[in-house]
T-cell receptor, first 115, second 114 residues
């Protein structure tokens, strides 16, 4: 049962344009959402997060939007730069079956920003 | 402040063998989580340790085990290796709870099972 879904395995955009990465979740108990970025041969690094009490959080070129009714969040990168080329993981935390409170990751989206 | 350190970076083993991976968290971090990353499967949660106790566990067979020492360093062990265990194993640390704090990941151990 995949509770966090990133339906686009890959995305390609031109430098300077907007990149939009999407993430859907099925567990309504999730209350905290994060995005991580991963370069090859490195561990993921935290990018931005959002609590379920908000619908938007912004940090420089990165903005995360949360639509709780649709169980959907998105990461916007504006403007996109070649250095943003990486795998982006969406993650959600909350109660996930029984009394387990844990963090669940999506499968990731490979973003390629072309110069 | 030093980051999360994982050793070794690469390992090659054969089926049936066992392997131990090591993780040193950021100083002061008491929670250590382990993840398995395989192509197309994203990051799958193995287990989390806090103050030497396993606090949470994912859906992996009992061949996968771990422990945490009093200095918060952690090890994970995989016994009777199978070809499907080939993956990147990532360790992540956080101050307290990995569910509402950001995680700091190590660079991982790439395990190849032949």
């Amino acid at each position: 049962d995949q509770q966090v879904k990133q339906n686009s395995p890959s995305l390609s955009v031109q430098e300077g344009r907007i990149s939009i990465l999407n993430c859907d979740y099925t567990n309504s108990m999730f209350d905290y959402f994060l995005w991580y970025k991963k370069y090859p041969a490195e561990g993921p690094t935290f990018l931005i997060s959002i609590s379920s009490i908000k619908d938007k959080n912004e940090d420089g070129r990165f903005t995360v939007f949360l639509n709780k009714s649709a169980k959907h969040l998105s990461l916007h990168i504006v403007p996109s730069q070649p250095g943003d080329s990486a795998v982006y993981f969406c993650a959600a935390s909350g109660y996930s079956g029984g009394s387990n409170y844990k963090l669940t990751f999506g499968k990731g989206t490979l973003l390629t920003v072309n110069p | 402040k030093a980051g999360v350190t994982q050793t070794p970076r690469y390992l090659i083993k054969t089926r049936g063998q066992q392997v131990t991976l090591s993780c040193s968290p950021i100083s002061g971090h008491r929670s250590v989580s382990w993840y398995q990353q395989t192509p197309g499967q994203g990051l799958q949660f193995l287990f989390e340790y806090f103050s030497e106790t396993q606090r949470n566990k994912g859906n992996f067979p009992g061949r996968f085990s771990g422990r945490q020492f009093s200095n918060s360093r952690s090890e994970m062990n995989v016994s009777t290796l199978e070809l499907g265990d080939s993956a990147l194993y990532l360790c992540a640390s956080s101050l307290d709870s990995p569910t509402n704090e950001k995680l700091f990941f190590g660079s991982g151990t790439q395990l190849s099972v032949l």
